[in-house]
């Protein structure tokens, strides 16, 4: 997996996460850092787990990953395209436990891109700072965004980064069938 689809498929799992901050920084207003850091670690902590577990798959299991991986990045990614078309649910509460279910809902995704991570010899280190880079900076922006725009760039959010995952599963698809590169 070369460094540019790795950042793509940590941008479309970070959309997730985008789109949270958004909802998180309309309802708590200007507490950003909470927020950023909450959606952030445990998109990062979510990773890593995904990666211990991904580092212990015996082979025969880590052959079946490709195929694995390409459905339920398709899956999520189309889930995510439905919810975009979806009315706009209520914005979470402004507690810190309901910021804290919101932010470990939207990274149990990362758990799957750790695994993916993992069974494709991505270092550890490289791919949680990739995450922990890329996480920090857009939930940083969403609640900023949430707390001056509103609701409708959530929308926009879960329809790039669906389309960024499904997109990224049928890469894997089309690599497992060999018809593209790793």
């Known amino acids: 997996m070369r460094a540019l689809e790795q ?11 985008f ?11 200007r507490r950003i850092w909470p927020i950023a850091g909450l959606i952030s670690g445990f998109h990062v ?4 787990a995904g990666y211990a577990l991904g580092a212990g798959l015996p ?8 195929w694995c991986a390409a459905a339920l990045l ?8 439905r919810q975009a078309r979806l009315p706009e649910e209520a914005c979470p509460g402004t507690g810190t436990g309901d910021m804290a279910a919101l932010a470990l809902a939207t990274s149990l995704d990362a758990m799957t891109v750790g695994v993916t991570f993992a ?5 550890a280190l490289r791919a949680g700072a990739m995450v922990a880079a890329v996480m920090g900076t857009l939930s940083v922006t969403g609640a900023g ?8 760039r959530r929308r926009a959010a879960r329809t790039a980064g669906g389309a960024i995952l499904c997109l990224l599963g049928a ?3 089309l690599s497992a069938l060999g018809v593209t590169g790793p």
């Open 74 to 81: 398709t899956a999520m990614g189309a889930k995510m395209l």
């Open 45 to 48: 902590a979510m990773l890593l």
């Open 19 to 29: 789109a949270a901050s958004v909802c998180m920084g309309m309802a708590a207003g």
């Open 119 to 123: 069974v494709m010899d991505v270092p």
């Open 59 to 66: 082979e025969g299991l880590a052959e079946m990953y490709p």
């Open 7 to 17: 950042f793509l498929l940590v941008l479309g799992l970070s959309m997730d996460g």
């Open 171 to 173: 890469k894997l698809f």
């Open 145 to 152: 965004l949430g707390s001056r725009v509103g609701r409708r």
